[in-house]
């Protein structure tokens, strides 16, 4: 069974980054797939981020891409977020899914990141 | 990237059917048979209904169906539950490769 867990700190300061990973378990992130991660503002709804191949080809909302890096370490099975000079507007729950074609099939429970000072 | 446009409330009785909408545009809904489904409880992550327009992964219900025309793809439950009231977003593939959801559905079962 696919599994994935968000990890990262919960609380972020304005003007800094917010740096989040995600851990797979029962599947090989090598093996195939985009890895993408997903926010959701407290009460309101989804908002893709941006996804990775495990090659590292990546692909960025438009509205974030200045911001956002998303990277890939295939022999942790994990794949990260960063996202740059916050403000209280990013605050969210993240979520990390596996991704094709615009299908995300497996998330994760998902972490709620507050920016404030 | 605009977001795919949705009903933001729908509702319906126990044992009835709804449908919910999902318009987009030629470059993503109307472009690719890539639209999806999620259905999302209160405090929990999100969850795959529908795929590749009208497909159901391993689990879920055969009370739920997905259709598409054109640029407005649909989300279908019959039989209605108390256990499906939830949000319900949509989702597509895009011209760019990349992925944009619908602002979401609040379902109530009356």
């Known amino acids: 069974q696919v599994q994935l867990q968000e990890s990262g700190p919960g609380l972020v300061k304005p003007s800094e980054t917010l740096s989040l990973t995600c851990t797979v378990s029962?599947?090989?992130?090598?093996?195939?797939?985009?890895w993408g991660w997903v926010r959701q503002p407290p009460g309101k709804g989804l908002e893709w981020i941006g996804s990775i191949y495990h090659t590292g080809s990546t692909y960025y909302n438009p509205s974030l891409k200045s911001r956002v890096t998303i990277s890939v370490d295939t022999s942790k099975n994990q794949f990260s977020l960063k996202l740059s000079s916050v403000t209280a507007a990013d605050t969210a729950v993240f979520y990390c899914?596996?991704?094709?074609?615009?299908?995300?099939?497996?998330w994760g429970q998902g972490t709620l990141v507050t920016v404030s000072s | 990237q605009s977001a795919l446009t949705q009903p933001a409330s729908v509702s319906g009785s126990p044992g009835q059917s709804i449908t919910i909408s999902c318009t987009g545009t030629?470059?993503?809904?109307?472009?690719?048979?890539?639209v999806s489904w999620y259905q999302q409880h209160p405090g929990k992550a999100p969850k795959l209904m529908i795929y590749d327009v009208s497909n159901r992964p391993s689990g879920v219900s055969n009370r739920f169906s997905g259709s598409k025309s054109g640029n407005t793809a649909s989300l279908t439950i019959s039989g209605l539950q108390a256990e499906d009231e939830a949000d319900y977003y949509c989702s597509s593939y895009t011209s760019s490769s990349l992925w944009v959801f619908g602002g979401g559905t609040k379902l109530t079962v009356l």
């Open positions: 030629s470059s993503d809904v109307g472009g690719y048979n890539y």
């Open positions: 899914a596996r991704v094709r074609t615009g299908v995300g099939d497996y």
């Open positions: 029962g599947y090989s992130i090598s093996s195939g797939y985009y």
